[in-house]
């Protein structure tokens, strides 16, 4: 009798350690891995660069990676010391605004070296080549810029864009 109780639970138990295995292999599942590839490899494949374009290419996004890592860990260590002023009720507005612009010139420095690094990678570019960077580089900043929030409407087409005034558009 007491055996077959015992059976029961090792029985009960290794039914729950199934249904919770099952659970967690259901409802974690892998991310799944960007068919498009990096940025990196979209940019190689669509400038098509020839092997030393290439090696060029890997040197660049190599130091640009190192120093946007350098840049993000100044930026961990100045909104540290910015939100450690909370602590203090009698910060004043002077020792507030001087962290803050210690922030903004770590963001400066990391837009810059946005710029600084494409320039580089343009560089490397024939003309053919530009030209493409060109047009990816610009579709890029248009995903990348501002969007109208839930609620608020676009901001208004320039003058002569749709406003009624000026030419309509060509077709």
Known sequence: ?????????ILLILLLVNV?????????KPPQPNPQG???DFL????????????????LQVAFQEQREALRHSNRDNHDVY?????????DSATVKKAADEIIKIKEKEELAIFYHFQK???ICDATQQQKF????????KMMGPRPQE?????????????????PPRR
């Open 134 to 141: 060109d047009k990816i580089v610009k579709e890029a900043a």
């Open 38 to 40: 990096t940025a990196k």
């Open 83 to 91: 939100f450690d002023l909370l602590q203090n009720p009698k910060v």
């Open 20 to 28: 919770a295995t099952l659970s967690f292999l259901w409802f974690t």
């Open 151 to 167: 609620g608020q409407r676009p901001p208004p087409p320039p003058p002569g864009m749709g406003d009624g005034q000026g030419p």
């Open 121 to 123: 990678v343009r560089a």
């Open 44 to 59: 190689a494949k669509e400038l098509s660069f020839s092997p030393k374009q290439l090696q060029q290419f890997e040197d």
């Open 1 to 9: 009798m007491n055996n077959v109780k015992f059976l029961k639970a």
